[in-house]
């Protein structure tokens, strides 16, 4: 769950006027790992003198005592190689520190207490540490060669863990927006210096690794180092290697030279607080004239500002890395975007060979078909800044050669789509913080002037919707760490004044809905990790008691259904690096024993579906443009 990173009180720091050379009110502290005084110190920015007891807001180093540390993981904590503040999607917030040196620690404590949640020491040089959204940590290890995911969700003292073999492991980044962990190195074959992002599958219990290996991109100079988000952008990462600092766009794959002065050589660390300022440290023996610091060849006691330019020097310490205290992953959790196709599955059940492009816009992040009962379809598509639009295709198959803008609101992020059997369609959208909107098209094809807010929850992230042969229309919520919730429009074309739980599942990622011609109404959720399950409500409108899995792929990262008029389903599921799968329920009941796949494209984004009576199905296809 995202919030405005302005909204984070405690953390805010109190400025003065941007523009001069102090920081920008709004923005966080900033956090350095002292290796001499082995502990972590936030800093307050705004003040100017870092020695002084004003400017520390937070320290914290393992305790016995206060800490539930055991000593013997106290005296492996040396060498602070890297740390983050995360918040969990319960609230709770937590920091996830790794050390390093032959035999170096890795653990997560509460924030702001410091008492110990999981611990464990370990050898080969730790270099970056990363909390999960389901609880457990992700380490990188430089001499070890490798990057693990320990399932420190289990308990305090969880050892099993996923390994994914990197040579020079030095960075770990969870990345929200398309779930994926970014890791720096060197590929250990080749040798090859690489940043890549790696797929976290499996359970919370038994993670899993694998690169998603269209993610790969050689590095423009050797010696990776630091990988971290982009506060203004979650298309861009900050990327540093041996002797420069980079901007990297995820979607054109193009690495740019970091602004503002701040591409050097032998930067530790990187990242830009909320107002635009970059945030860096470098080594001092790289500096002319070098620096102060001589506890090692890599620590600094200063941390670098750019944009405006400062520094803050803490005498004596000795920093590797420093980062804005952002609880936060990233500025906003936003997809990936990229254009429209439709693939058609015959009557017959045989699918078409290609893809035949329906929308060329590039920056579509969602798209939603429906089928209406003369034959036609609509493509609702999303376009982030600039709103939702509309697409027809004729009955005869002709598509309308230009979308029309039926809704404004850049900030919507999610749409789904219901056609009713008299020829009409409701039209339902997310607007983070706002809720759920809906907009109805009447069966002369006219919109409504305006929408209609039916869910004022602002917490929603995803959207569904179906409608049943009586008229009515269901709507799908994502709540997270709430669960899925359903809200009915009766056939008067009323909302019901609130919505029912259906799904106590607190970590769904994705929805889709389908309706029968028998009434019944299938709802399909996609939990990372665990896979795809299918919700039934019968005719008479009881829901069953559980879902039940339908798919236990636990990479699946999108899911679309369409119904057809023999009483079939179909279900269609994204696994980013291999493509989308399709997998049938018989009027009968009887899943087909394993899917099957219809696209081999393994850069799409999203799917929706959406079958004719005639009895063909759709499906719409959304793949990622930097593939």
């Given amino acids: 769950m995202r919030k ?3 909204v984070a009180v405690m953390l805010v720091s109190m400025g003065l006027p941007a523009g001069t050379a102090v920081a920008a009110p709004g923005d966080y502290w900033v956090a350095g790992g002292d290796q001499t005084g082995r502990r972590l110190i936030a800093f307050d920015p705004a003040v100017a003198d870092w020695n002084s007891p004003s400017a520390v807001k937070w320290t914290w180093q393992p305790s016995v005592t206060t800490g539930r540390f055991t000593a013997d993981e106290v005296s492996a904590f040396g060498l602070i190689a890297d740390f983050k503040l995360r918040e969990r999607p319960s609230g709770e917030r937590s920091v996830v520190v790794a050390a390093g040196g032959s035999r170096g620690i890795a653990a997560i404590v509460s924030y702001p207490g410091g008492v110990r949640q999981w611990a464990r020491i370990l050898p080969g040089n730790l270099h970056a540490a990363e909390l999960l959204p389901d609880g457990n940590i992700a380490v990188a290890a430089s001499t070890g060669g490798w990057v693990r995911v320990y399932a420190s969700s289990q308990g305090p003292n969880a050892a099993a863990y996923a390994e994914f073999p990197l040579a020079d492991a030095h960075a770990a980044l969870w990345d929200p927006a398309i779930r994926r962990l970014w890791v720096i190195g060197q590929d250990p074959v080749t040798r090859q210096h690489i940043l890549t992002a790696l797929a976290v599958e499996g359970t919370p219990a038994r993670p899993a690794l694998r690169e998603d290996t269209q993610r790969r991109r050689a590095l423009e100079t050797p010696g990776g180092h630091d990988v971290y988000a982009y506060a203004h952008d979650t298309g861009k990462l900050w990327v540093t290697t041996g002797s420069a600092a980079y901007l990297y766009d995820k979607a054109t794959r193009i690495f740019t030279a970091a602004p503002a002065g701040a591409n050097r050589g032998a930067v530790k660390s990187i990242g830009n607080q909320p107002s635009g300022q970059i945030v860096q440290t470098r080594a001092d023996a790289a500096k002319t004239p070098p620096g102060s ?12 500002f750019f944009s405006p330019s400062m520094t803050r020097k803490r005498t004596g310490a000795a920093f590797y890395k420093a980062r804005v205290w952002s609880p936060y992953y990233s500025v906003a959790d936003r ?3 990229g254009t429209v196709r439709d693939r058609v599955r015959a009557a017959s059940g045989a699918w078409d060979a290609g893809t035949a492009e329906v929308d060329g816009n590039g920056g579509i992040s969602g798209a939603a078909v429906a089928a209406l009962p003369d034959g036609g379809l609509q493509v609702l598509t999303v376009v982030p800044g600039s709103g939702v639009w509309s697409r027809g295709r004729s009955p005869a198959g002709v598509w309308d050669e230009h979308a029309v803008r039926i809704d404004g609101n850049g900030d919507i992020t999610d749409v789904a789509a219901a056609a009713l059997p008299g020829g009409g369609l409701q039209v339902l959208t997310v607007v983070p913080g706002s809720g759920v909107w809906s907009r ?9 002037a305006s929408a209609v807010k039916i869910d004022d929850n602002g917490l929603v992230s ?23 919730w359903n809200r009915t429009r009766d056939q008067a074309g009323t909302w019901a ?4 739980r259906i799904d106590g599942e607190a970590a769904v990622a994705a929805i889709s809905a389908a309706g029968l011609p028998d009434g019944t109404l299938h709802v399909q959720t996609v939990v990372p990790g665990s896979g795809v399950w ?9 829901w069953d008691a559980s879902a039940a899995r339908i798919d236990a792929n636990g990479s699946v990262s999108a899911v679309s259904a369409a119904g057809l008029p023999d009483g079939g389903l179909r279900v269609q599921t994204v696994v980013p690096g291999s493509g989308v799968w399709d997998r049938g329920r018989t009027a009968s009941g009887v899943w087909e024993a394993s899917a099957t796949r219809i696209d081999a494209n393994g850069s799409v984004l999203d799917v929706s579906a959406a079958g004719l009576r005639e009895g063909s199905l759709h499906l719409l296809t959304l793949p990622d443009i930097a593939q």
């Fill in 335 to 337: 997809p990936l975007r």
């Fill in 4 to 6: 405005s990173a302005m």
């Fill in 440 to 448: 109805g098209r009447g069966a002369s094809g006219a919109w409504d």
């Fill in 293 to 304: 610091c001589t506890a090692s060849t890599w620590c600094t006691d200063t941390v670098d």
């Fill in 497 to 500: 004044a609130s919505s029912v």
């Fill in 534 to 542: 299918n919700l039934r409500r019968a005719a008479a409108g009881t």
């Fill in 462 to 484: 995803r959207v569904s919707a179906a409608a049943l042969p009586d008229g009515s229309v269901h709507a799908q919520t994502v709540v997270p760490g709430a669960g899925v």
